[in-house]
Antibody
């Protein structure tokens, strides 16, 4: 059974960089069958897709965050990471890492991390 | 903001049937991309409830059913139970925005 686990600081100061890592266990991150994703949920709001990376390092992030987001992968550690620069209070959210199964045109999230709350506050 | 629109809330008495709509456009659902549904309980990660419009993963009760037509999709819950009280999200792919989630629907069991 694949498991994903987010890790990183729960409190980040405004204008600093949010950094999270997702450790994948029970399966290899080095598979062409999946994308590795970041999704967030601000308090009281819905799910917001952030972006993905594949095992070769190809990435995508949504236009509204693209200038501030870096997603990277470390296949030797079976991990992928999110860095979000210049954070504001609007970036306060529960951040989930997730695996998308690639079955075009039917890609879907089959495994989620438990989520980690990141609060942006001084 | 999400490109998939859901009703903010639906409710029903135990045993009743409720449906949740997910309305998209010609760049996502209408372009032929499938719709998937997730159930989210408070404080927990979302759980895959339906994939490829109408397929239930192992362990999901057959009280849950899904369909897709044109630029919309729907999730139906028959024989509503107290444990079904949760938030539900649809998800698809948008040709301009990659993966997208619906606005979310809170299901309340009266």
């Amino acid at each position: 059974q694949v498991q994903l686990q987010e890790s990183g600081p729960g409190l980040v100061k405004p204008s600093q960089t949010l950094s999270l890592t997702c450790t994948v266990s029970g399966g290899s991150i080095s598979s062409a069958d999946y994308y590795w994703n970041w999704i967030r949920q601000p308090p009281g709001k819905g799910l917001e897709y952030i972006g993905f990376i594949n095992y070769l390092g190809s990435t995508f992030s949504i236009p509204s965050l693209r200038s501030r987001v870096i997603i990277s992968v470390d296949t030797s550690k079976n991990q992928f990471s999110l860095r979000l620069r210049s954070v504001t209070a609007a970036d306060t959210a529960v951040y989930y890492c997730a695996r998308v199964r690639l079955i075009a045109p039917s890609d879907y999230v089959d495994f989620w991390g438990q989520g980690t709350l990141v609060t942006v506050s001084s | 903001q999400s490109v998939l629109t859901q009703p903010p809330s639906v409710s029903g008495a135990p045993g009743q049937r409720v449906t949740i709509s997910c309305t998209g456009s010609s760049s996502n659902i209408g372009a032929g991309y499938d719709v998937h549904w997730y159930q989210k309980l408070p404080g927990t990660a979302p759980k895959l409830l339906m994939y490829a419009n109408s397929n239930r993963p192992s362990g999901v009760p057959d009280r849950f059913s899904g369909s897709k037509s044109g630029t919309s999709a729907s999730l139906a819950i028959s024989g509503l139970q107290a444990e079904d009280e949760a938030d539900y999200y649809c998800q698809s792919y948008d040709s301009s925005l990659s993966y997208v989630f619906g606005t979310g629907t809170k299901v309340t069991v009266l």
